[in-house]
């Protein structure tokens, strides 16, 4: 599933759309968390906080990317 339609479908309110976001940006979001909180757990509770977040404000993306929005 390509990311826009994955947003597409967060934004109609189908958390099947967060699957593929997660997996494209799961680690990357990880690896920029813990440079700054320096722990591993710490770091993927704060990624999946985020991934809910934006789960729940995925209205307020744009044209955009979900990536650089994220």
């Not at 994955?6 to 189908?14: H, Y």
């Not at 909180?37 to 404000?57: C, G, M, P, T």
């Not at 209205?59 to 990536?67: A, D, K, N, P």
Request: some cysteine.
């Amino acid at each position: 599933m390509k990311e826009q339609e994955a947003v597409r479908l967060l934004k109609q309110g189908d958390l099947a759309g967060l699957d593929p976001l997660v997996e494209c940006y799961y680690f990357r979001a990880v690896k920029s968390a813990y440079l700054i909180v320096e722990e591993r757990r710490l770091a993927e509770d704060i990624v999946q906080e985020a991934f809910i977040e934006a789960s729940q404000k995925i209205h307020q993306l744009g044209g955009e990317y979900f990536g650089p929005w994220f």
